[in-house]
């Protein structure tokens, strides 16, 4: 008795090739043995050539399709070596790692909008006290503008010497009010929110000192060295530094919190950009910071298209821009 012809095309018998890897993959993953996934039973279910799918055999006139058959060979020999090394990961553990990085970029999504919230938040509390404030301000310097034409007549005009201050440096951070009861609070939204609350009220603060300061501005990534720069930098000595260390990476956060500022007149703002490669920011991420306080590689890309680098001839608050790099 003859064999039955085998009328399929190539395209077919590809296929049932592929169908049938499926099949077995799973039923190789279920009973935990490899050999139920091999090509030798793949090919005979298949009904297709074993040598084609080795690649020991070549169809001259269709090199495409032998790629093809080679292709099916060596998915199979991947997986086989895959699960050999228990690299093979199942299709549960891979959900639940789609479903975490989809929580991070929903964590990370959400930041702009708790800082909105919490900006806003402090306007509508302060815009009363601000009014008040105001009003006592411009009486005040009413009186001191009489009293000053008054003694202008008499006394001559002091000349400008050296001030020797004896300088304060004033760092406020968001990150400084993440610590809840001992834990670092990243990503959540109650105690984000509460941390930027908490910021702009403490600046508002620090700038409302009859002190002459100038506002250093930080831009950077997370572990761009900021914080370090901000404790330890060599600023300049003829007023007090206020320094804002948050990493502020869009051009809208920086000119909202400027615009908020405004009523601080005799205020020069300094912009200190961080320009810290991706490889020492990953670098620091993993060894210097506790796990708690580490970020996912994603969640640091996902920043890293959020920064947008400050460039004076578009933000005009800009009096001074710093450059930090690494040595």
Wanted: with cysteine.
């Amino acid at each position: 008795m003859s064999k039955k012809r085998d009328d399929r095309t190539h395209d077919e018998k590809l296929t049932a090739l592929r169908e049938e890897f499926g099949r077995t993959k799973e039923c190789a993953r279920s009973s935990g043995l490899i050999n139920d996934c091999s090509i030798n039973a793949i090919c005979k279910a298949a009904g297709v050539e074993r040598l084609l799918v080795l690649g020991h055999r070549e169809l001259k006139k269709t090199p495409e399709i032998t790629a093809a058959y080679r292709k099916v060979g060596d998915d199979i020999k991947e997986f086989r070596a895959g699960f050999s090394q228990k690299k093979e990961i199942s299709e549960d553990k891979v959900r639940i790692k789609q479903l975490e990085d989809e929580l991070d970029a929903v964590k990370l999504s959400v930041g702009p909008m708790i800082k909105e919230k919490a900006y806003l938040e402090l306007l509508s509390e302060e815009c009363p006290k601000k009014l008040e404030r105001e009003k006592n301000r411009v009486t005040e310097l009413q009186a001191r503008l009489i009293h000053l034409e008054n003694e202008s007549m008499s006394t001559p005009k002091p000349s400008k010497v050296a001030n020797n201050l004896n300088i304060v440096r004033t760092i406020i951070s968001p990150d400084k009010f993440r610590n809840v009861e001992g834990h670092y609070k990243f990503g959540n939204e109650r105690y984000e929110e509460e941390a930027w609350k908490k910021s702009y009220s403490k600046l508002e603060l620090a700038l409302s000192r009859k002190l002459a300061m100038r506002l250093y501005i930080l831009v950077g990534l997370p572990c761009a060295g900021k914080s370090t720069w901000a404790e330890e930098s060599v600023l300049a000595g003829d007023r007090h530094p206020v320094i804002f260390d948050a990493t502020n990476l869009e051009r809208f956060e920086r000119a909202k919190l400027v615009h908020s500022l405004q009523r601080f007149g005799d205020l020069p703002k300094a912009c200190v950009y961080f320009d810290t490669d991706m490889e020492t920011i990953r670098g620091r991420n993993r060894d210097n910071r506790s796990s708690d306080r580490q970020l996912t590689d994603d969640v640091l890309s996902m920043k890293l298209q959020q920064l947008e680098k400050p460039d004076p001839y578009d933000e005009t608050w800009i009096d001074q821009l710093i450059i930090v790099r690494q040595p």
